[in-house]
């Protein structure tokens, strides 16, 4: 019997698989639809690192697990191949993205297809081809036709390395997420998309959307939705007032002081009062310095500059208190301004203390006063607040805002998505300023407004794209009254390019329309989506936002874009994280061309939970390439012409069915693996196996190891694909055990355990129970009160 080679093997069924067309579907005819989808690659690397592999092959055995069952399966694949992370790789390699990208491309389908995925290859998108991009624009015009884009001034993340703006999202830490450079504040014109109007029902549709529970409790911490009341506070002797959003109106009373944040309009307008003015207008510049996360960094002792000769009153009692201007106050969240109560809030009490500033405390725990040297935060009664002296707080907080004439307020955490980019690898914005009509969407029929081959395509850190520097891009037409206008030079953000890729896949080579309406009914939502628990807050975000808005807009008739969503762990090496700066970046060809793909896959998957990720060793992929060894030799096991019938063997293979299904829904594929790995194990202790049993054990190892799987499957004789085969069902009688072990308790405490007949009726578990030598010994001559007899456990004789 000849060796197994895997190299040759995959070669020759992925060129079969081609030929034959095995995994492409019949979109218009499929019975059984079912999409299965991975998150596609942004080819900023020269190609494909194992961590790609990982998430990809746990998604594709998912796909063939389901294929197997009957469904048609649908699994496209495609290149997230605009936006800054590909744009920097070109910028490191000093080549132009236009060339490097398209070398990557085609470096990582090659490496894709040598993994022996179900990729209907017929359906590939890249976000870089106009056919794809034309109706990323075309979905922008949408949105600012809508009322859903709009551009304003805004404080900004920006990243000096980069040379571009950041959302909030891709801060980490007070770090840009690409390249982990400090991020800094600028004041830019942007655009933004009004995700906020749909932070309710994002937020609501979390309660049933079938998702990991990480990543759901991810976004509900990102929405960030907060109940409370909108209070005014009046400037004295001003027309101004200073509305402020807060979750505790029942501490009003204790409200000893006002903070706005330093870009807060109020500061402008009262600048001719405010007695210090060049003191605040130095703290305003120093605060611009600073990045979000610098402002509300928790561990951080918090600044702040009094407005002196500005004075609020306090609605709840009249008194007058000081307004005092901090960086920690953000004015992109709630109103830009907060009102201070030192006694029940922390970062408050720690300020109060340091500028000398009042503390009352007004909540109590057991309705006295008492010397606070910390704030207290919890429920209470009511002191020193009036009239509402004794009230419980959760009363409270009703009764003041009603007092105070306050409105009922819901607060969110959640921002506007910041989508101007300015950088030149990405969309152009189709928008054009015109002197006489403002600002003018691109008309749908000039599209695409295609990206310009521009030579110096670095960042010039202006704030301005490479785009600005190409006068015959910049120059144009308005489309409106056809007088000169000027283009748009900002590009879109990557995100938005990912934000829809789906609805495109099944209508990939659609010239007309972004998708076909009959075809994204019939397909869509995604049945499976498995992805990267990182992208929780961006890209998942941003595509249920993009799918809400279709279906506002009679584009579709379902707001949310996957049916399920699983996220996939982190695989890590040796303990740390992959990473080009830390060289320990695992290439998948090495393996392919040791080991082939069938092993990769499955030493991969067997590396634990799928959602859990797992570590990389070296050393460990033997094992697995010694069990596909062991699963090729059994080949020479087989009898075909007896039907050989071993009972244990056949208990054995229906369970190992059972956990094998139960593994691959679950995706807890190690676990499936392992179960395979024992009854592997068994079947290599018989002389002779029966070919039945060789190919449900071949059927049910077809998702992990398709390829050796599929030469084993034709060695057995058969002609068509394994992958065609239908997916076994475990036989019910086979799953019951024939033998327990029966516990025995006297008065409830065990005492004895024997083996018995799984199918024993309780009066034969009680006599022999009473015969046995140690049970003799508490029953002899004493009367049995009780037999409590529980199948398939434990019999407890009460006396």
Same mark, same amino acid.
């Given at each position: ?635 020479? %096991? ?8 071993? @009972? ?6 229906? &369970?190992? #069915? *059972? !956990? =094998? ?102 009066? %034969? ?8 030598? @140690? ?6 001559? &004493?009367? #049995? *009160? !009780? =037999? ?12």
């Amino acid at each position: 019997m000849e060796n197994y080679k895997p190299q040759g093997i995959e070669k020759k069924w992925q060129k079969i698989w081609e030929r034959r067309k095995t995994f492409q579907v019949n979109l218009k005819k499929a019975k059984k639809p079912y999409y299965n989808l991975m998150m596609f690659p942004y080819p900023s690397a020269e190609g494909l690192h194992v961590g790609n592999v990982y998430a990809f092959t746990g998604s594709d055995i998912y796909g063939r697990f389901r294929k197997m069952q009957g469904y048609d399966v649908f699994e496209p694949i495609g290149f997230d191949a605009f936006g800054i992370h590909s744009e920097n790789f070109a910028i490191q390699k000093k080549i132009h993205p236009k060339v490097l990208i398209q070398k990557n491309v085609n470096n990582f389908r090659r490496q894709l297809k040598n993994l022996g995925c179900l990729f209907d290859w017929r359906y590939e998108v890249d976000t870089t081809k106009p056919n794809y991009y034309t109706w990323t624009q075309w979905l922008f015009l949408q949105l600012f036709k809508s009322g859903l884009a709009y551009r304003k001034k805004a404080p900004v993340d920006w990243c000096p390395s980069c040379k571009t703006v950041l959302a909030d999202e891709q801060v980490i830490d007070g770090k840009c997420e690409r390249c982990d450079t400090n991020v800094i504040q600028k004041e830019l014109e942007q655009w933004f998309f009004k995700i906020t109007k749909y932070a309710e029902r994002l937020l609501k549709n979390l309660d049933w959307i079938n998702w990991s529970e990480r990543t759901k409790v991810a976004q509900k911490n990102w929405i960030g939705r907060s109940e409370g009341a909108q209070i005014e506070f009046k400037i004295q002797n001003s027309k101004f007032k200073i509305p402020v959003f807060t979750t505790r109106p029942d501490t009003l009373f204790g409200c000893t002081y006002l903070i706005i944040s330093p870009e807060h309009r109020l500061i402008e307008n009262l600048k001719l009062k405010i007695k210090n003015w060049d003191e605040v207008q130095k703290y305003i510049k120093e605060s611009k310095k600073k990045t979000e996360s610098e402002r509300t960094e928790l561990i951080k002792e918090k600044t702040g500059v009094e407005l002196k000769r500005i004075k609020a009153v306090n609605p709840a009692n009249q008194e007058e208190i000081p307004v005092f201007v901090a960086d920690y106050v953000l004015v992109s969240y709630g109103t830009g301004a907060i009102m201070a109560v030192p006694g029940h809030d922390q970062r408050d009490f720690d300020f109060a203390k340091k500028y000398n500033l009042l503390i009352v405390e007004v909540i109590s725990p057991d309705g006295k006063e008492h010397i606070l040297t910390e704030s207290y935060t919890g429920e209470g009664i009511l002191i020193n607040s009036g009239k509402f002296n004794g009230i419980e707080s959760e009363k409270a907080k009703l009764e003041i805002t009603k007092f105070v004439k306050a409105k009922k307020a819901v607060n969110y955490h959640l921002r506007d998505w910041l989508i101007s980019r300015q950088r030149y690898w990405g969309p152009p914005i189709p928008i054009i300023y015109c002197k006489k009509c403002g600002i003018v969407p691109a008309s749908e029929k000039d599209l695409p407004i295609e990206l310009p081959h521009v030579k110096n395509f670095r960042p010039a850190g202006a704030g301005k794209s490479p785009l600005a520097s190409v006068p015959n891009f910049v120059k144009t037409k308005c489309p409106k009254c056809k007088g000169p206008g000027q283009r748009e030079t900002d590009v879109s953000d990557t995100f938005l390019d990912s934000s829809w890729y789906f609805f495109r896949y099944p209508s990939a080579n659609l010239k007309n329309s972004p998708f076909d309406k009959k075809l994204t009914e019939k397909w869509l939502p995604v049945d499976m989506y498995i992805g990267g628990q990182e992208h929780a807050v961006l890209h998942l975000l941003y595509t249920r936002f993009m799918t809400m808005v279709l279906k506002d807009l009679s584009h579709i008739n379902f707001e949310e874009p996957f049916k399920k969503f699983r996220a996939h762990g982190l695989l890590t090496k040796e303990g740390t994280k992959m990473s080009k700066s830390k060289g320990n970046v695992v290439n998948p060809d090495d393996y392919y061309k040791k080991y082939g793909a069938d092993t990769l896959r499955m030493y991969l998957m067997f590396l634990g939970p799928f959602s859990e990720g797992g570590d990389w060793q070296d050393r460990g992929i033997m094992g697995t390439y010694r069990f596909l060894n062991k699963v090729w030799n059994l080949r020479s %096991k087989v009898n075909y012409g007896l039907s050989i019938k071993n @009972k244990e063997l056949d208990r054995l293979i229906h &369970k190992t #069915i *059972k !956990k =094998v299904t139960e593994d691959i829904e679950n995706l807890k594929y190690n676990t499936a693996i392992s179960a395979l790995m024992i009854l592997a194990n068994e079947l290599e202790k018989e002389e002779k196996i029966s070919s039945e049993y060789y190919s449900l054990f071949l059927i049910l190892l077809a998702p992990f190891a398709p390829h050796i799987t599929e030469e084993l499957w034709q060695k057995l004789g058969h002609k068509e694909s394994i992958s065609l085969e239908k997916w076994p069902e475990p036989r019910p009688e086979l799953l019951k055990e024939e033998k327990i072990t029966l516990i025995i308790q006297v008065n409830g405490k065990v005492r004895d355990k024997i083996e018995v007949s799984a199918d024993i009726s309780k009066e %034969k578990a009680r006599d022999l129970a009473v015969s046995q030598k @140690k049970i003799k010994n508490w029953v002899e001559g &004493k009367e #049995i *009160k !009780k =037999v409590i007899f529980v199948p398939n456990k434990l019999i407890n004789i009460v006396i």
